[in-house]
């Protein structure tokens, strides 16, 4: 039987198959090696097993450049919400070992500290003395080093009970599929899935636009310069095919989660900038901007607050006041003030400009020299530069007024 690769569906992972210890330890060094970058030795299967899951064209490769040849597929791909079960019940497992292990280390370290918690109601015990040369003084500083020796054993033995309660904890969590009811997860996730589809309905089309001109007698090759092949375009497009059905599978999955939640209940159309709203993980928010997908946010109590994030639509939990942000800016600037531009982490200027005019909401400015300390000259305008007419806009995120010139925020100048 010759050497096959084959594709398991059900853990989606390349095997190599009928390949022989002799064959393996006759391989170079180098060959081996290579076997296992790509590949791992499977006591339960009996194989090697690729590490790749998605993308196996590195694995292939080395197995076809090893005498593999291609033998098919085998089992049936999971969808999602099974592979997701499957995932829970080895993670319920796990929990259940790890919450064993927990309580076994526990009583380890309970029996280690037994005699010196013990001894030590009599402070005798610990503060007796040594008398040297006496064998019945030494033989109790035997005993008595042993049990404190047990003692701080035991402490290890703890450590280790609150290292698997942690694990346990977390095994637990992925058991029970707590991220399922975290609607910002889900809308994640959601995105993330129609994001692929769009990837896989691109590649069909390509590919089936690539078969059909090979249908017509034209000669296509890959990157490597190989010539296509009818049958190889045809298994990609299967794969991709496969792929799309399962990714959809999953989108529904997700959908169906977060309809039971009862859905994203904001968008643009009824949060407004100026709301006070409650966000999951943040609490009492104000909203600075909202966009087609996320809301800016700033944060208003806690240790956090002053604090701007980003945050999609889902992460709202409720709206406290209904207070729009006033949107209209009252230029506060006069002719003669002064904007400047920093250096980052430091107040050294790098450029200034003088406000020439002055608008309902802008100005017009233009660039002035700085002295030899870095400071701005009034009236000193730089050579050959120009006036120039800019809006005061508000940082989101500061709130403070300002004006951009080439994406870098100018400040009003303060001696």
């Known amino acids: 039987m010759k050497k096959q690769y084959i594709l398991n569906k059900e853990t989606q ?3 190599l198959h009928y390949f022989t210890k002799e064959e393996y330890q006759a391989l170079t060094e180098e060959q081996k090696k290579e076997i296992k970058s790509y590949y791992l030795w499977s006591n339960y299967g009996k194989c090697w097993v690729s590490r790749s ?13 090893l005498g593999f040849v291609d033998g098919g597929s085998t089992g049936t791909r999971k969808s999602y919400k099974e592979e997701l079960e499957a995932k829970a019940e080895k993670a319920k497992a796990r929990a259940e070992r790890y919450e064993q292990y927990s309580n076994n280390a526990k009583k380890r370290g309970d029996n280690l500290q037994a005699d010196f918690n013990e001894y030590r109601k009599d402070w005798s015990w610990l503060t007796q003395p040594i ?5 019945g003084s030494r033989a109790f500083q035997n005993h008595r080093n042993k049990v404190i020796e047990r003692y701080e054993r035991g402490f ?3 450590s280790k009970s609150d290292y698997y309660k942690e694990r346990a904890v977390t095994a637990r969590a992925t058991a029970d599929n707590v991220k399922l009811t975290d609607k910002i997860y889900l809308h994640n996730k959601i995105k993330e899935c129609n994001k692929n589809l769009k990837i896989y309905q691109d590649h069909i089309v390509k590919y089936e636009e690539a078969l059909y001109k090979i249908q017509q007698g034209e000669q296509l090759k890959n990157r490597s ?4 092949t009818e049958n190889y375009i045809e298994k990609v497009i299967s794969d991709r095919l496969e792929k799309y059905e399962y990714e959809y599978g999953k989108l529904e999955f997700f959908e ?4 039971e939640l009862g859905g994203i209940q904001f968008s643009k159309n009824n949060i407004k900038p100026g709301y006070i709203v409650n966000i999951k993980g943040s609490g009492k928010s104000e909203v600075i901007s909202t966009g087609t997908v996320n809301i800016t946010y700033k944060i208003l109590e806690g240790g956090a607050a002053g604090m701007c994030l980003k945050i999609p639509y889902a992460g709202i939990t409720e709206i406290l006041k209904v207070k729009e942000a006033k949107q209209e800016i009252e230029n506060p600037f006069k002719i003669n003030d002064i904007f400047v531009r920093c250096a980052i982490a430091s107040n050294t200027i790098i450029k200034a400009y003088q406000v020439l005019k002055t608008t309902n909401k802008g100005v017009t400015i233009q660039e ?3 002295d030899e300390n870095k400071k701005p000259i009034l009236n000193s305008f730089k050579e050959n530069s120009k006036p120039i007419r800019r809006q005061i806009t508000r940082n989101k995120y500061t709130g403070n007024l300002r004006i951009c010139i080439n994406d870098y925020e100018f400040n009003k100048y303060i001696a």
Do not use: D
């Open 256 to 259: 169906n989660c977060m309809n």
């Open 13 to 15: 992972k390349i095997e």
């Open 131 to 135: 008398i040297a040369g006496h064998s």
């Open 156 to 158: 290890k033995e703890y």
């Open 53 to 65: 899951k998605n993308n196996h064209y590195g694995a292939i490769r080395i197995a076809e450049k």
């Open 225 to 228: 310069g190989e010539i296509l």
């Open 368 to 370: 002035i020299n700085l």
